[in-house]
């Protein structure tokens, strides 16, 4: 009999979606990546470098010329000036800079504060770490932090609070006073570091601007913060990502991401380094291109009788389906869509360790071609 160090873990609810989309054939709005392809001068690239010998192991902390480019690109939006060999890692993925940002931090009997609906990754990390999540609901309809309710979940224990924002599966998005309140809850509390996952930090609509943690002078003191460049450049399957800290944080991050990959992909991190220094663009557009598929999604789906407000950022679409089948839970709803409807979703439930009973939302992922998406809506006005 194995032992199982995650017992409470099986197949996700991303794969078991995917895979009934598959079977069924149905339009896939489950999982979150694009059905359309990143820029050709990306890809073109890969393979240029590839052929020009580009292929054997990257430095430990990522190609500097990336770093360089991040580091850049930091300082244009967020006006912070970050050391490209002291204060940025890149990682195979944001999923790997989360995960060794936890076990870098997180020791025995520690607590982890997460805030449900939440991402999948965090919980697990901390439980091999030997820590325990603490999860704490945001407050719906707009999935806000309830301040009081995370000043009483503050203990001794506590070690790390994570953040998502843009928020995954909401769609949420913290401003900047909240991370003042923030500030000021953990002032005095040096031993508590801020995890903060902006995998979506581009993805923000409306001319509303993406509160960073790195736009904080008090709070980047303690934090991590992570980003994707799989969710940027429309190449999930690259798996490519970073994470960016104060030299202190980051020397200990290094420690853990050095034995667990060492380095990420070579070929990969040269192309990236040359788009980003071509198409410095690329970034200040991405809001808008996303915004006109929300708008479109969201103008085809007001025919329907799914509830809705249009999210805020993110290329998650959340959705109400209580005037449609009351009767289902969220898990029982994506199957029927996908089944009968002939669309996957996610339902939103599985973010949650206890979810509240009377949850009916699913969730959509807009990052599909516009045809995908009129199919789709079509589809779901039919329910
Ligand atoms: C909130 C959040 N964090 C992290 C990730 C993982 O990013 P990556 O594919 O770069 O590991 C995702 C991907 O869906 C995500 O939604």
């Not at 995917?18 to 079977?23: F, P």
């Not at 999923?95 to 009997?109: E, H, S």
């Not at 769609?171 to 006073?177: D, K």
Request: aromatic content about 10%; charged content about 20%; proline content about 6%.
């Amino acid at each position: 009999m194995i032992q199982s160090k995650l017992p409470h873990v099986g197949t996700t609810i991303f794969t078991t979606m995917s895979q009934l989309a598959a079977q069924t054939g149905a339009l896939n709005l489950s999982q979150g990546f694009p059905d359309f392809d990143g820029p050709q001068a990306l890809r073109e690239a890969v393979g240029r470098h590839v052929m020009a010998g580009h292929n054997q192991y990257a430095p430990m902390t990522g190609l500097p010329a990336l770093r360089e480019q991040v580091a850049a690109k930091i300082s244009r939006l967020y006006g912070r000036q970050v050391s490209a060999d002291t204060d940025i890692t890149i990682t195979p993925g944001a999923t790997q800079g989360l995960f060794c940002a936890i076990q870098a931090l997180v020791r025995a009997g520690d607590e982890v504060i997460v805030f449900d609906p939440c991402y999948d990754s965090y919980e697990p990390a901390v439980e091999l770490a030997g820590g325990r999540c603490v999860h704490l609901h945001l407050s719906p309809p707009t999935f806000s932090i309830d301040w009081q309710r995370l000043a009483d979940a503050i203990t001794p224990r506590t070690r790390m609070i994570v953040l998502n924002t843009p928020h995954n599966p909401s769609g949420a998005l913290l401003e900047h006073a909240d991370l003042d309140r923030l500030a000021a809850l953990l002032r005095g509390r040096e031993d508590i570091y801020l995890l903060s996952d902006e995998v979506y930090e581009h993805l923000v609509y409306d001319g509303r601007e993406h509160a960073s943690v790195l736009r904080h002078e008090e709070l980047y003191a303690r934090a991590l913060v992570v980003s994707s460049f799989g969710k940027t450049y429309h190449v999930t399957g690259w798996k490519t990502g970073y994470v960016v800290a104060p030299p202190a944080l980051t020397a200990e991050l290094r420690k853990v991401h050095q034995y667990v990959s060492f380095t990420g992909v070579t070929p990969l991190q040269w192309a990236l380094a040359e788009f980003m220094t071509e198409h410095p663009e690329h970034v200040t557009e991405l809001p808008a291109f996303y915004q006109a598929k929300r708008d479109l999604f969201c103008e085809l789906l007001a025919g329907s009788r799914f509830g809705f407000t249009p999210t805020p950022g993110t290329y998650f679409q959340i959705a109400d389906y209580s005037k449609i089948r009351p009767d289902l839970n969220d898990i029982e709803m994506a199957q029927w869509l996908t089944r009968e409807h002939g669309v996957a979703s996610i339902p939103v439930s599985v973010f949650y360790q206890s979810p509240p009973a009377d949850l009916r939302l699913v969730r959509f992922c807009f990052a599909k071609r516009e045809e995908t998406l009129r199919q789709a809506a079509e589809r779901l006005c039919a329910v």
